[in-house]
């Protein structure tokens, strides 16, 4: 084992899939300098033919690598922030998403759009969000949200090996986390959750940022609540039985989301509990996600983000 | 290079079959023997034509237009009609013969105008990485200059030099809003100036116009010189779609300009000036009409007798969505 930082974990998964496949490339704004690091060097060594930096031009980024995984080639598109993706909705929502459907079958669109998300450093309300729900949303679509290096970097490469188009989210705030993984190679499939923490009492769901936020609030009340606490990884596929299993022994759920409440993935989530395992539910099921508002800048942003309270209000709550 | 006697048959031949087929799903929808919508573009066949049926490689990529749901364009590129015909009728072809789409580089047409240029830049890379000389075509209306995906997308296949042919089909009409209302010049192949790319404007009613530029526009691609701008001037006989209003924003469209460009039917002239070079006599040019007719006489017949086109259940949808 080795120890390496989140944004290393993704570097290294994309280091390693271009040098094992020379039809991976990479292309997007400013990605051989590498605004957060994640596509940092990696021109030096695969050159510029394969680390494409391109103008400011969401829409024919994200459309120019839909285009070349339709014929070959397995592209990944870098938009910075995740916040920048509504640009090139059209390419990501219904070509990337709709076209093998539309064609019966026919087309493969192996591409993987990566983005940094996420709140928590005052950035404001258009470079502090987090879309999953849309992606969660649209049919045709894969969407993973790492928490930890080792399922940053094992989840870029399962991205970048799929068939399918896949929303690689990380989280902003977690650039600079360290953990550990395998010195050997090795993958995390799509569709698998986690089990972060065993638990007996609640069953806390929660991905990205709000895994760390939560694994310091069952370290914190451990002596008055075990917390079992799930992160699904990827958001499409879900894997709902494991959630369904551990809601089965513990009787109560608490979903937490970064992304807005309303129709967000914590509603989702919460609604497939409710549908599943309604009869193992000793409580009502708890959401914890961003409140109905924009971001708002600086400090004021903890009026609406969740705050590490407001989950353990929500466990408070399940326990009664 | 000069065309040979069976190859001016051929664009004539293709010509007369898209007019038909156009007919036939015109009159099919108007019958009410045909559900969903059709956007029919008879007197635009020599555009599509021209420029593809003796330009392009097997292995190039196209991107037609929605005019005639690209009826043109799968004739040109070697690909049976009958998968065309049959799912307009919601039909199922079952097995046709010869090439599909996908193996002739056509891989759909975007529900969003200007969701074509992307994609084309994204073939255009494909085609540069893969290093065989290979071209891309692709093909817009007048409508799709207001969208911000032809900047982005002719942008970077200029700055990178891909092998793209961006060919305009002005047919000076998007839905109901004519283009002199929609785009501040004359020619929209100006654009071409802004992004160092040569352009060219050509009549869009001259099969061999069309076929001549675009020739040009490929070998300078295949030899690695860059994208080019291509805008061909023709014009749009009916309405947008078939039963929706035929207006110039909210008025009745001239009359007297549709008669005008009637005069310039692209069949018409290329049929005058193939008799006229002794190329066909009128009675082999009536023996093509008679061929035609007859064949999508047969493919009408065809997609009658082929069953609806719903699977035996629903589980096919998974094998659509996602890729093993």
Redesign the interface.
């Known amino acids: 084992m080795k120890e390496i930082t989140y944004v290393q974990a993704i570097a290294e998964a994309l280091a390693e899939e271009l040098e094992r496949d020379e039809k991976v490339?990479c292309i997007g704004e400013d990605i051989q300098t590498g605004t957060f690091g994640a596509t940092a060097g990696l021109v030096k060594k695969f050159g510029p033919?394969r680390i494409m930096d391109?103008?400011i031009?969401?829409?024919?980024i994200?459309?120019?690598?839909?285009?070349?995984?339709?014929?070959?080639?397995r592209?990944v598109a870098d938009f910075m922030f995740a916040d920048f993706m509504y640009i090139a909705f059209?390419?990501i929502l219904?070509?990337a998403a709709k076209?093998?459907?539309?064609?019966?079958?026919?087309?493969?669109?192996?591409v993987v759009f990566m983005a940094a998300m996420g709140g928590y450093l005052g950035l404001g309300a258009e470079h502090s969000q987090s879309p999953v729900s849309y992606y969660m949303h649209t049919?045709?679509i894969k969407v993973v949200v790492p928490s930890t290096p080792y399922d940053a970097k094992g989840l870029m490469k399962s991205a970048i090996r799929d068939?399918?188009a896949v929303v690689y989210l990380y989280h902003k705030a977690l650039l600079g986390s360290t953990g550990e993984i395998p010195e050997e190679e090795y993958l995390v499939p799509l569709g698998q959750a986690d089990i972060k923490r065993e638990g007996k009492d609640v069953t806390l769901v929660a991905t990205g940022m709000q895994v760390q936020f939560a694994l310091n609030i069952a370290e914190q009340m451990k002596d008055k609540v075990s917390i079992e606490i799930i992160d699904p990884r990827s958001l499409e596929p879900l894997d709902i039985d494991t959630i369904v299993k551990s809601v089965e022994k513990t009787g109560r759920a608490v979903v937490v989301d970064e992304d807005t409440s309303r129709c967000g993935a914590a509603c989702e989530i919460s609604m497939q509990i409710v549908e599943k395992a309604f009869d193992y539910l000793d409580a009502p099921v708890q959401r914890v996600a961003a409140k109905n508002y924009p971001i708002p800048p600086g400090a004021m942003e903890k009026f609406v983000l969740p705050q590490p309270q407001d989950i353990i209000d929500a466990v408070e709550a399940v326990m009664g | 290079m000069k065309l040979e006697k069976d190859q001016l048959v051929k664009f004539y031949s293709l010509m007369v079959r898209t007019r038909k087929l156009d007919n036939l799903m015109i009159e099919a929808l108007n019958s009410g023997r045909m559900a969903g919508f059709y956007h029919a573009g008879p007197g635009e066949e020599a555009v599509g034509i021209g420029a593809c049926t003796f330009n392009m490689r097997d292995d190039d990529y196209l991107y037609p237009h929605h005019r005639s749901h690209a009826i043109g364009f799968t004739l040109a590129r070697g690909i049976s009609p009958k998968g065309w015909v049959c799912r307009h009728f919601d039909k199922n072809p079952g097995e046709v013969e010869g090439p599909t789409a996908e193996e002739r580089g056509i891989f759909g047409i975007s529900g969003t105008i200007g969701g074509g240029f992307p994609l084309s830049l994204g073939w255009g890379i494909t085609a540069k990485k893969n290093g065989k000389n290979q071209a891309v075509l692709s093909f817009f209306g007048d409508g799709a200059s207001g969208r911000g995906t032809l900047h982005e997308s002719m942008n970077m296949a200029a700055i990178w030099k891909l092998p793209i042919v961006w060919i305009c089909e002005n047919n000076q009409f998007g839905q109901f809003m004519p283009i002199k209302d929609a785009f501040a010049r004359e020619d929209i192949a100006d654009i071409a100036a802004g992004y160092n790319m040569p352009s060219a404007v050509v009549d869009g009613q001259d099969v061999l116009a069309v076929h001549e530029a675009v020739e040009v526009a490929v070998q300078k691609a295949r030899a690695g010189d860059g994208p080019s701008l291509i805008e061909c001037k023709t014009y749009r006989m009916r309405g947008h779609a078939e039963g929706v209003p035929d207006v110039d924003h909210v008025d009745p469209r001239s009359e007297k300009d549709k008669e005008a460009w009637r005069k310039r039917d692209p069949i018409v002239l290329f049929k005058e000036n193939l008799i006229k070079q002794r190329i066909l006599t009128a009675e082999e040019v009536s023996k093509i009409d008679k061929e035609a007719d007859d064949e999508v006489a047969e493919l009408d017949k065809y997609q009658q007798e082929c069953p609806v086109m719903v699977p035996s259940d629903a589980s096919i949808l998974d094998v659509f969505l996602y890729a093993e």
Request: net charge negative.
């Open positions: 490339f033919d391109t103008p031009s969401e829409t024919a994200a459309g120019a690598a839909v285009g070349s995984a339709m014929t070959g080639y592209p059209d390419e219904c070509k076209w093998r459907f539309m064609h019966e079958g026919t087309q493969q669109i192996p049919p045709g068939n399918n």
